[in-house]
């Protein structure tokens, strides 16, 4: 515990003026991230006895080592500051609101030439005009096949278009009226956009002026006895009638308003949104977190302010937000606001009137949501809990395990051998933490060398990390030999849900630039997919390392057998412990991650083609290059002058390319299995697939002694 006299700056070092500030750890990691109209009197509140501070803020305080600031010149500036620094750095001492569920929007993809409507969830792209949020998928669901009568927008994914469009046949919503066909010309693009333009205008609230539309059309149709098409309206007005009546008005005035509302006590906040558009409640959402920080109403408002529109524009920010506090100050938020809109933004608390009623129905939404917060996290935390006191009593640890690590080892019959390392802390999954290895030390199948290779790869970085930052000062001459390990460290670059990301730059560890580290924190317990090889090639890695104060154990698939180093009996734990539970659930965890990756990196293989190996070509000229030529083999056969007409490749380009299918040796020629005919080599624009699904085994993870005989 630090003594914040230690490292408070002295009288006059802080400028009388709007900022921002950073409290950092001893190892240099951003713990708290705080905005100021004037530095010097907020900074000077934190360094005052100990005994008058909030025992958060007082904790904050004496786990900081240093704090640093930044001069801005407006407070909208700082505003601005602190939510890209809490965003970069993720400190551990501000308040982090965590979305209750993962919200479906209804989204048209007015960037596509043809936009799509369809149910989006996680994060916003660009060029795409989103609804909502909705509770519930099957909603979205249900208004869009009403709306789809009137405006036949086209819902089919890019696969079933492109299929539609080769064939000259429409799907079924084409024939029954549900599409306008744009994939077999029926409407040419700018008829379809005009459409989805019509949909979005009506999916944002500009509803009565289109129905009278609708009605007059009715009426002239009638006039002129054209009573099948007046009848056509007459539905089309009943279906958008519908599917109005399915967000009840609740704002008579057709306001566009967030309402915000907020239920707390002293450990936890929740949080409750309803998006008003036109209104009608077109969308709620709930937020939770907890108070880890010292903060007043006002504050946890201006925190959710920050997180809903920190990656808004436009339309997307209403044009009022109505809160139950105000953040103190309140003009740099609503200026912040109103930035991001482009127009003016009213941020105020409702005070009589449908607005101070509707906002007590979202208040009564927020304090609901806490207390089935509370019994949930009551009921959850029990149960983790006692699996982890049962995992400790049975494998004999100190403490209970609250940080456990679980590798896994997948291939195909040997081919792209990888590794998986899944994170649980405190028996909750910690996806942020998920890594990904390729096997490069050896080629082809070894579970057990596998595994000794990835415990070695990942603990090597940790004593490099554990250096870096001077908490491991030893005199063991490990870090030449750890460098040469990061170097071929981890298959990087993991997405939310657990599928494999891109391709991300080796990390580069730094003194001082505060962002957590990717190997920092060490386990207490090391679980490994398998049996005893296994364990003690896990146990065999740890011990060369100079590591001898992580626990290791192993669970087989085919018993379920805890196995422990040294051991030759297993750990048999009943198959109703909470233990075993969450074991199991680690253990499928890092099994489900690595043959998701192993998968991914053979799906790549399989697609790949000459072009892949042109360094500096993306897969934008690629397509640009098969599109001109037609196909590979025509694109061999082409000059260079013929090359640099393609839009993008210079003639630097272009030679590069030429060179490259030179040296590539064109695929083999296809064989007609059913005739023997050796058929006409015309390398595709596409990379080669099988004609059909072929199930072939995966091997993932080592379980047990029957290793070789798992699928």
Same mark, same amino acid.
């Not at 469009?165 to 994939?183: F, H, M, N, Q």
């Not at 990390?465 to 870090?479: F, I, L, N, Q, V």
């Given at each position: 515990?630090?003594?914040?006299?230690?490292?408070?700056?002295?009288?006059?070092?802080?400028?009388?003026?709007?900022?921002?500030?950073?409290?950092?750890?001893?190892?240099?990691?951003?713990?708290?991230?705080?905005?100021?109209?004037?530095?010097?009197?907020?900074?000077?509140?934190?360094?005052?006895?100990?005994?008058?501070?909030?025992?958060?803020?007082?904790?904050?305080?004496?786990?900081?080592?240093?704090?640093?600031?930044?001069?801005?010149?407006?407070?909208?500036?700082?505003?601005?500051?602190?939510?890209?620094?809490?965003?970069?750095? +993720? %400190?551990?001492?501000?308040?982090?609101?965590?979305?209750?569920?993962?919200?479906?929007?209804? =989204?048209?993809?007015?960037?596509?030439?043809?936009?799509?409507?369809?149910?989006?969830?996680?994060?916003?792209?660009?060029?795409?005009?989103?609804? @909502?949020?909705?509770?519930?998928?099957?909603?979205?669901?249900?208004?869009?096949?009403?709306?789809?009568?009137?405006?036949?927008?086209?819902?089919?994914?890019?696969?079933?278009?492109?299929?539609?469009?080769?064939?000259?046949?429409?799907?079924?919503?084409?024939?029954?009226?549900?599409?306008?066909?744009?994939?077999?010309?029926?409407?040419?693009?700018?008829?379809?956009?005009?459409?989805?333009?019509?949909?979005?205008?009506?999916?944002? @609230?500009?509803?009565?002026?289109?129905?009278?539309?609708?009605?007059?059309?009715?009426?002239?149709?009638?006039?002129?006895?054209?009573?099948?098409?007046?009848?056509?309206?007459?539905?089309?007005?009943?279906?958008?009638?519908?599917?109005?009546?399915?967000?009840?008005?609740?704002?008579?005035?057709?306001?566009?308003?967030?309402?915000?509302?907020?239920?707390?006590?002293?450990?936890?906040?929740?949080?409750?949104?309803?998006?008003?558009?036109?209104?009608?409640?077109?969308?709620?959402?709930?937020?939770?977190?907890?108070?880890?920080?010292?903060?007043?109403?006002?504050?946890?408002?201006?925190?959710?302010?920050?997180?809903?529109?920190?990656?808004?524009?436009?339309?997307?920010?209403?044009?009022?937000?109505?809160?139950?506090?105000?953040?103190?100050?309140?003009?740099?938020?609503?200026?912040?606001?109103?930035?991001?809109? @482009?127009?003016?933004?009213?941020?105020?608390?409702?005070?009589?009137? +449908?607005?101070?009623?509707?906002?007590?129905?979202?208040?009564?939404?927020?304090?609901?949501?806490?207390?089935?917060?509370?019994?949930?996290?009551?009921?959850?935390?029990?149960?983790?809990?006692?699996?982890?006191?049962?995992?400790?009593?049975?494998?004999?640890?100190?403490?209970?395990?609250?940080?456990?690590?679980?590798?896994?080892?997948?291939?195909?019959?040997?081919?792209?051998?990888?590794?998986?390392?899944?994170?649980?802390?405190?028996?909750?999954?910690?996806?942020?933490?998920?890594?990904?290895?390729?096997?490069?030390?050896?080629?082809?199948?070894?579970?057990?060398?596998?595994?000794?290779?990835?415990?070695?790869?990942?603990?090597?970085?940790?004593?490099?990390?554990?250096?870096?930052?001077?908490?491991?000062?030893?005199?063991?001459?490990?870090?030449?030999?750890?460098?040469?390990?990061?170097?071929? #460290?981890?298959?990087?670059?993991?997405? =939310?849900?657990?599928?494999?990301?891109?391709?991300? %730059?080796?990390?580069?560890?730094?003194?001082?630039?505060?962002?957590?580290?990717?190997?920092?924190?060490?386990?207490?317990?090391?679980?490994?997919? @398998?049996?005893?090889?296994?364990?003690?090639?896990?146990?065999?890695?740890?011990?060369?390392? #100079?590591?001898?104060?992580?626990?290791?154990?192993?669970?087989?698939?085919?018993?379920?057998?805890?196995?422990?180093?040294?051991?030759?009996?297993?750990?048999?734990?009943?198959?109703?412990?909470?233990?075993?539970?969450?074991?199991?659930?680690?253990?499928?965890?890092?099994?489900?991650?690595?043959?998701?990756?192993?998968?991914?990196?053979?799906?790549?293989?399989?697609?790949?083609?000459?072009? +892949?190996?042109?360094?500096?070509?993306?897969?934008?000229?690629?397509?640009?290059?098969?599109?001109?030529?037609?196909?590979?083999?025509?694109?061999?056969?082409?000059?260079?002058?013929?090359?640099?007409?393609?839009?993008?490749?210079?003639?630097?380009?272009?030679?590069?390319?030429?060179?490259?299918?030179?040296?590539?040796?064109?695929?083999?020629?296809?064989?007609?299995?059913?005739?023997?005919?050796?058929?006409?080599?015309?390398?595709?624009?596409?990379?080669?697939?099988?004609?059909?699904?072929?199930?072939?085994?995966?091997?993932?993870?080592?379980?047990?002694?029957?290793?070789?005989?798992?699928?």
């Amino acid at each position: 515990m630090a003594d914040p006299s230690s490292y408070r700056p002295k009288p006059g070092q802080i400028p009388d003026t709007p900022g921002v500030y950073k409290f950092r750890d001893e190892h240099r990691r951003v713990i708290y991230v705080g905005k100021a109209k004037s530095l010097r009197q907020r900074l000077a509140s934190y360094f005052q006895d100990l005994a008058n501070l909030h025992p958060r803020t007082r904790t904050m305080v004496t786990t900081a080592a240093s704090v640093e600031w930044t001069v801005v010149s407006t407070e909208v500036e700082a505003l601005q500051l602190e939510y890209s620094w809490i965003k970069e750095y +993720d %400190p551990r001492f501000n308040v982090k609101y965590r979305d209750d569920k993962s919200y479906p929007y209804l =989204a048209v993809t007015m960037n596509e030439e043809f936009p799509r409507v369809q149910v989006m969830r996680g994060h916003k792209k660009k060029g795409v005009r989103y609804f @909502g949020p909705y509770g519930h998928a099957w909603a979205i669901r249900d208004t869009v096949d009403l709306l789809l009568r009137v405006f036949p927008v086209r819902t089919c994914s890019a696969g079933v278009f492109k299929n539609a469009a080769r064939t000259g046949r429409p799907c079924l919503l084409g024939y029954i009226g549900k599409c306008s066909a744009p994939c077999v010309g029926r409407v040419s693009p700018e008829e379809h956009r005009e459409l989805a333009e019509e949909f979005c205008d009506f999916m944002a @609230g500009r509803t009565g002026t289109y129905i009278r539309r609708q009605e007059q059309q009715m009426a002239e149709a009638a006039e002129e006895m054209e009573y099948e098409r007046a009848a056509r309206l007459r539905d089309d007005i009943e279906a958008l009638k519908k599917a109005m009546e399915k967000s009840a008005v609740v704002l008579a005035d057709a306001t566009d308003a967030d309402l915000i509302a907020v239920a707390e006590d002293e450990l936890e906040a929740a949080v409750q949104i309803f998006h008003v558009r036109g209104g009608r409640v077109r969308g709620q959402r709930g937020w939770v977190t907890d108070k880890v920080e010292a903060v007043t109403t006002g504050d946890l408002v201006e925190h959710a302010t920050q997180q809903l529109y920190g990656e808004e524009t436009g339309d997307s920010v209403p044009k009022e937000v109505l809160v139950p506090a105000l953040p103190d100050p309140v003009e740099p938020v609503q200026e912040w606001l109103t930035a991001r809109r @482009g127009s003016n933004v009213s941020l105020r608390i409702p005070q009589r009137g +449908d607005k101070k009623a509707l906002m007590e129905t979202v208040q009564r939404n927020a304090l609901q949501a806490l207390a089935l917060h509370k019994t949930k996290r009551a009921s959850d935390l029990t149960t983790r809990s006692r699996a982890l006191e049962e995992i400790a009593e049975a494998l004999d640890l100190d403490s209970a395990p609250l940080r456990i690590e679980c590798y896994d080892i997948s291939h195909l019959q040997g081919d792209d051998v990888v590794a998986s390392m899944v994170v649980f802390e405190d028996g909750l999954q910690r996806k942020s933490e998920y890594r990904r290895f390729q096997i490069k030390g050896f080629a082809g199948q070894d579970d057990v060398r596998s595994m000794h290779e990835v415990i070695t790869r990942r603990f090597r970085r940790y004593l490099v990390e554990k250096e870096k930052t001077g908490e491991w000062t030893d005199g063991a001459d490990t870090s030449a030999e750890a460098s040469s390990s990061v170097a071929a #460290g981890p298959e990087p670059g993991t997405d =939310a849900d657990g599928t494999p990301g891109g391709e991300v %730059p080796e990390i580069t560890f730094t003194e001082d630039d505060g962002r957590p580290k990717r190997f920092a924190y060490p386990p207490q317990l090391v679980v490994v997919d @398998g049996g005893r090889p296994q364990v003690a090639a896990a146990k065999r890695a740890l011990d060369e390392l #100079g590591i001898d104060d992580i626990a290791v154990c192993g669970l087989a698939k085919r018993l379920e057998e805890v196995w422990l180093p040294d051991d030759d009996d297993p750990v048999v734990l009943p198959r109703s412990s909470e233990g075993l539970y969450l074991l199991q659930r680690v253990r499928d965890e890092a099994h489900r991650f690595a043959i998701t990756y192993q998968r991914a990196k053979r799906a790549k293989r399989f697609r790949s083609g000459p072009l +892949d190996d042109v360094p500096g070509l993306g897969e934008s000229r690629k397509q640009a290059l098969i599109k001109h030529f037609g196909s590979v083999k025509k694109l061999r056969s082409a000059t260079i002058d013929q090359i640099c007409e393609v839009p993008g490749i210079g003639r630097k380009t272009a030679e590069t390319i030429a060179v490259a299918l030179a040296q590539a040796a064109p695929a083999a020629p296809a064989v007609n299995t059913a005739t023997g005919e050796i058929m006409e080599d015309d390398e595709d624009a596409a990379p080669a697939t099988t004609a059909g699904p072929v199930e072939e085994p995966v091997t993932a993870g080592a379980s047990d002694e029957r290793r070789g005989q798992e699928t």
